[in-house]
């Protein structure tokens, strides 16, 4: 397994309506995005090339809307580090 080159803990992960964990990780680690739940079982993955993140105006502070494939997930880190997710996939899909 390679080392990750973002590892966020502590995410709040939302699809729709529903949340899905208020304890997720975030991993990018190769050239593949991850979204774990609390105990690290894998709730989506896929390369970087099919992934987007972005802080949008019209979600609330803190929050990171990202695509991956066709499903969007709404992301609020613990630490309001929604920008450093945002920072690092855009640069990690720069390198890949």
Not at 4 to 10: H, K, L, S, V
Not at 42 to 71: C, F, N, Q
Request: aromatic fraction near 6%.
């Amino acid at each position: 397994m390679t080392q990750a080159e973002f590892d966020q803990g502590g995410v709040t992960i939302r699809r729709g309506c529903r949340t899905l964990t208020t304890a997720g990780r975030v991993t990018i680690a190769g050239a593949r995005l991850s979204l774990l739940n609390s105990q690290g079982i894998t709730i989506d993955s896929t390369v970087l090339a099919h992934a987007r993140a972005r802080s949008p105006w019209y979600a609330p502070e803190g929050y990171v809307l990202l695509t991956m494939e066709k499903a969007l997930y709404l992301l609020k880190p613990r630490d309001g580090r929604g920008q450093a997710l945002v920072n690092s996939l855009r640069g990690a899909g720069a390198r890949n």
